[in-house]
């Protein structure tokens, strides 16, 4: 939408500027003590970007920095901030066309750029990029994780942050989606979207909007999150737990990343350590066949059998309570182990929104571990969909999806 100005480059997840002479300050942990970066680097004299860089890099590679702490924005409010939306589509973006809501192509850009709140000169400068086809969200297939992980993955030096405007029916599997594609991301990737079109006078559109372009820009979080309703959430933990209410997202197993109040609040203690490699390419486009199935009583081994047939290769097997499983039906459990034998990854998540699972707390979930069945421990079933997808799509082989899917990635497991 605005002209394109270049930025400092963003280095191993300390963002390095200079404004007038002055440096930015980097708060960082080192061996647990809060410990201001560049203030220090002041005291040396080391006034340019590129020698805090080497100093930082020396730190890194020391390991001595544990944990970035916080970035002190107020140091480089001269310079403007930059922002690159993805528009995929979804409600935020709808009209309603007569047949419902829908989205337009350009109609959200000429709403965008009406709002005389976007040239506030509190707000980052934004690049709005609108996808062809707009999608309504319920239409999204692992093809446009990596379409959008792609785009991220090009603009990436050029920006300070990137807003992911999308549909809420699938969010939560995109937002899941993106850690595992975006291996060595160290910059804020914000998805957001609403409940109600931007275009209807009453709408939570604006806020998640402007929130959501505000934290991707000032906020030095190295992660995917979702923001949505006053909560910033880890995207890889989340669900879409309300088809109504503005408060549409949870992520039941992880503390939220963040509240919005009067302030901007981040738990920094709970934001995962920035990796110390550089983003890397997405690889190629996802191909695998995974399912979800959920159990319910009265389930048959037949059923299952058809699920679990050649060419699937991966399945998440959504369980009840701690991770178990009928084991007085015979005829199921093998129909399980004689998929895991012919190499399918079956992983078990818990159907409870909370909790993890146990496979040796009960009998029956110490058969499914018999019958070849991993656990997924707290990872959401639609992490764990999205992560088997990412594993096999990139070739590693059935017994190298089976030890990943059993270690943490992207901040999506507690081990
Ligand atoms: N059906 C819409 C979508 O997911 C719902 C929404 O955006 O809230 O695209």
Redesign the pocket.
Known sequence: MNSIRVIPPCFCGLQIRASEGKIVLAKVLVNAKEFHLAASFTDTNCASPSAIASATSKLLQKRLIRKIWRTELSTYRSERRRVYIAYT????GMTNTGEGYAPAPGFLETRLREMPELRDAAMPEIVLHEYTPLL???NMTPREWFTIARDIFENYDAFDGFVVLH????MAYTASALPFLLQGLTKPVILT???IPLVELRNDARENLITALLIAANQPLPEVCLYFGDKLLRGCRTVKVNALGFGAFESPNYPPLGTVGIDIQIDWSVVRAAPLRALEMPRAELNATVAALRLFPGISAELLRNVLQTPLQGLVLETYGAGNAPNRDRALLNTLAEATQRGAVIVDCTQCLRGAVKLNAYATGAALLEAGVISGADMTPIAALTKLHYLIGSGYASEQVRALMQQNLSGEVTL
């Open positions: 589509g979804g409600t935020i309504d969200s319920s549909g809420t029916d699938t979207g609403s409940q």
